[in-house]
C-alpha cells in the first residue's frame, strides 16, 4: 500500500472515529398512552466539547405526534465530553396501534451540517372502553336493495377515451405554463430554505462570532446567489461580487464578515447580514419576474 493509501485510510478512520464519538439517544417516558395524552420524549446527546450541535425545533415535523412544548437543559461537560438533552412533550391523536419517533441531531460544519438520528422509539396506543355488549344487537332490515347485474363496458371505454383525450389536449395546451408553475413554486421553496438557514445561521453568528460560523455564513449566501443567478459568486472575491452586482454596501457588509475570517476579529455582523439577506431577496425576486415574464411571452 502507498503513501496516498496508507494516508486515505487513516484520515477514514479519523472521520470514523469522530462520527461515532456522537451518541444520540431517544426514548419516552412512558411505554403507552391514551389518544391526545401528553408524553414527554427525552433526547440526549454526548459529543465533543468542541461540537456544535443544533436540537430540532418546533418547525420538525413530528407527524402523527403533535408538539406541545419543547423543555431543554444546561449543557454538562467533563473531561472534554459535553452532555445535552431536551424534553419534547407531544401528544398522540393516531389511531394506529403503534408510533414511533425518531429525532435528528444537527452538527454545524463549514458548508453543511451532519444530521445525527436517535433510534426509534415506539409509543403503544392504549385504548379505553366502557363497557363491551355480550350479544350484538343488529337493527333489522328486510327491504331489498336493487341491484345492477350488468355493466356498459362500452359506454365506459368511450368516456376513458375521452377523458383521455381532454387531459392530453390540456397538458399540450398548457405544458408551458405548468412549466413555469414548477420552476416558480421550486424557486420559493429554495427560498424558504434559504431564508429559515440563513436566519440559524446568523443568529448564532452574532452570538459567537467564530471563524467556521462565518464562512459557512458566507459559503451559504454565495451559493444561493450562484443558483439563481448563474453567476461564479463561489469563485469571486467580495470586491469582485460588489462590482458585479454595482452595489459597494455588498462589499461592506462582506468585509464584516471576512474580518472574523480573515483577521480573527470580532464584529457585529447583524446590519451586514441583514443587508445580505435583502439583496438575496431581491436576487430571488427578479427571478421570479423573469419566470413571469417568459410564462406571459409564450
Not at 468542541?50 to 418546533?58: G, H, M, R, T, V
Not at 451559493?223 to 452586482?245: H, K, M, N, R, V
Request: glycine share 6%; no cysteine.
Amino acid at each position: 500500500m502507498g503513501r496516498i493509501g496508507v494516508f486515505l485510510l487513516f484520515l477514514g478512520l479519523s472521520i470514523s472515529s469522530f462520527a461515532q464519538s456522537v451518541q444520540v439517544d431517544g426514548y419516552f417516558t412512558q411505554d403507552s398512552a391514551r389518544l391526545g395524552e401528553r408524553v414527554g420524549f427525552v433526547l440526549k446527546v454526548r459529543h465533543p466539547e468542541s461540537a456544535q450541535l443544533i436540537f430540532p425545533d418546533s418547525t420538525f415535523d413530528f407527524s402523527p405526534l403533535v408538539l406541545l412544548e419543547k423543555k431543554t437543559f444546561m449543557s454538562q461537560t467533563r473531561e472534554g465530553e459535553t452532555l445535552d438533552s431536551a424534553i419534547y412533550y407531544v401528544s398522540n391523536f393516531s389511531l394506529d396501534p403503534s408510533i414511533f419517533l425518531s429525532l435528528p441531531v444537527y452538527e454545524l460544519s463549514r458548508y453543511d451540517s451532519v444530521t445525527y438520528f436517535s433510534t426509534e422509539a415506539e409509543l403503544k396506543l392504549k385504548l379505553v372502553l366502557d363497557s363491551i355488549p355480550e350479544q350484538p344487537v343488529f337493527q333489522e332490515n328486510n327491504v331489498y336493495q336493487p341491484i345492477e347485474t350488468t355493466f356498459n363496458w362500452l359506454l365506459a371505454s368511450l368516456i376513458t377515451a375521452g377523458i383521455l383525450l381532454l387531459l392530453g389536449g390540456l397538458a399540450l395546451l398548457f405544458a408551458k405554463r405548468i412549466k413555469a408553475l414548477f420552476q416558480k413554486n421550486r424557486e420559493k421553496l429554495r427560498w424558504i430554505q434559504f431564508e429559515r438557514k440563513w436566519k440559524k445561521l446568523t443568529g448564532l453568528l452574532a452570538q459567537n462570532p467564530a471563524l467556521e460560523l462565518a464562512d459557512e455564513v458566507v459559503g451559504l449566501w454565495k451559493g444561493y446567489l450562484e443558483s439563481i443567478t448563474d453567476l461564479p459568486f463561489q469563485e469571486w472575491t467580495s470586491s469582485e461580487i460588489a462590482e458585479a452586482l454595482d452595489d459597494k454596501e455588498i462589499f461592506q457588509a462582506l468585509r464584516s464578515i471576512d474580518m472574523i475570517i480573515y483577521a480573527g476579529k470580532e464584529a457585529k455582523t447583524g446590519e451586514a447580514t441583514n443587508y445580505l439577506l435583502e439583496v438575496a431577496k431581491s436576487k430571488y425576486q427578479e427571478k421570479l419576474n423573469r419566470i413571469r415574464n417568459e410564462k406571459a411571452s409564450r
